[in-house]
C-alpha cells in the first residue's frame, strides 16, 4: 500500500468538508487493492438529512488510488418527494466541499477560486440551473465570472446592516455569503435593529433578504421564476427516480445539527 498516497486521500477528504475518521476503510480498502470502493458519510444541515458517497478508484497502471467525485442526497424533513441528488466532482483547484454543495442544492451561490484547462486561476461566484440537466442527470452549474461586475461588498454597503461597521464581523459576514450561506444580519432602521437574513445573488447583482419568518423582503426575483425553479428540480426528481463572529456553518440561521455516524464502505 502506497503510505503516502492515504495521507493524500486522507487530506483531501478533510478539506472536502468530510472531516475525520475515514483513515481505517481507506486503508482496508487500500490494501485489499479493490479496483474501486465508496465511502459514506451522513450528516444533517438544519432538518435536511444529508448523504455522501465518495467514490474511489485504483490506477491501472499502479498502486494509487484517486478520489473522483461524491454523489449528494438531500432528503427533506416531512418531505414525501425522493431526495434531490447531484455528484460533484474532484478536480485539482477546484473542489467544492460538501458544506458548498449542500448550499448549490438550496439554489445559492457559491464564490469559488477556480482553475481553467491552462492552469490560469480565476474568481466566479457558481450558482446551479435547476432548469438545465447534462445527460448524467446533474443539473448544471452556472459561473458568472469576475467580468460580469458583481461586488458583494459594494452590495452590502447599500443596506444598514450594523455588522458592516465592524471590520472583523465584515470580513466573516463576507466569507459566509461567499460559502454560500444564509447568514443573519441586523438590519439598522429608524432608530431600530432588526435581525433578517440575506444571501448572495450573483445573477441580479444584488442580495436577497428575508424576515425572521423566511419571507423574502425585495421582489427583484419574481415569483413565477422561484415556482419556476421548484417545478424543475421535482421534474428532475421523477426523472431520476448580533454581533457575533460569523462562521461557516452560519450558527444564526435555522441551527446546523450535525449528527454523525460511523463510516461505511460499499
Not at 106 to 117: A, H, I, M, Y
Not at 163 to 186: C, F, I, M, P, R
Amino acid at each position: 500500500m502506497n503510505q503516502k498516497n492515504l495521507e493524500y486521500l486522507k487530506d483531501q477528504i478533510k478539506y472536502t468538508g468530510f472531516g475525520e475518521g475515514f483513515e481505517a476503510p481507506l486503508k482496508r480498502m487500500m490494501e485489499i487493492e479493490k479496483p474501486a470502493f465508496k465511502l459514506v458519510h451522513e450528516t444533517q444541515f438544519g432538518t435536511d438529512k444529508v448523504e455522501a458517497r465518495m467514490n474511489f478508484s485504483k490506477s491501472k497502471q499502479t498502486d494509487m488510488y484517486f478520489f473522483n467525485s461524491y454523489q449528494v442526497s438531500v432528503q427533506k424533513e416531512n418531505s414525501p418527494d425522493e431526495a434531490m441528488k447531484q455528484t460533484f466532482y474532484i478536480n485539482k483547484g477546484n473542489n467544492i466541499t460538501l458544506k458548498e454543495a449542500y448550499n448549490l442544492m438550496e439554489g445559492r451561490s457559491v464564490n469559488k477560486d477556480l482553475t481553467n484547462k491552462e492552469g490560469q486561476l480565476y474568481n466566479a461566484w457558481l450558482q446551479m440551473d435547476f432548469k438545465q440537466s447534462d445527460d448524467n442527470g446533474n443539473f448544471k452549474i452556472q459561473q458568472y465570472h469576475q467580468n460580469y461586475g458583481y461586488d458583494l461588498e459594494a452590495t452590502l454597503s447599500k443596506h444598514p446592516i450594523k455588522e458592516l461597521e465592524h471590520e472583523t464581523y465584515k470580513s466573516n459576514l463576507v466569507d459566509s455569503l461567499k460559502k454560500g450561506n444564509l447568514q443573519s444580519a441586523t438590519f439598522q432602521k429608524e432608530g431600530s435593529e432588526q435581525k433578517q437574513y440575506i444571501e448572495a445573488n450573483p445573477r441580479f447583482k444584488t442580495i436577497n433578504i428575508y424576515d425572521s419568518n423566511m419571507q423574502r423582503m425585495d421582489n427583484r426575483q419574481s415569483k413565477t421564476e422561484k415556482q419556476s425553479e421548484a417545478q424543475s428540480r421535482s421534474a428532475k426528481q421523477d426523472h431520476k427516480g448580533q454581533e457575533q463572529p460569523i462562521n461557516d456553518e452560519a450558527p444564526d440561521i435555522p441551527k446546523a445539527k450535525k449528527k454523525r455516524k460511523r463510516p461505511t464502505i460499499t
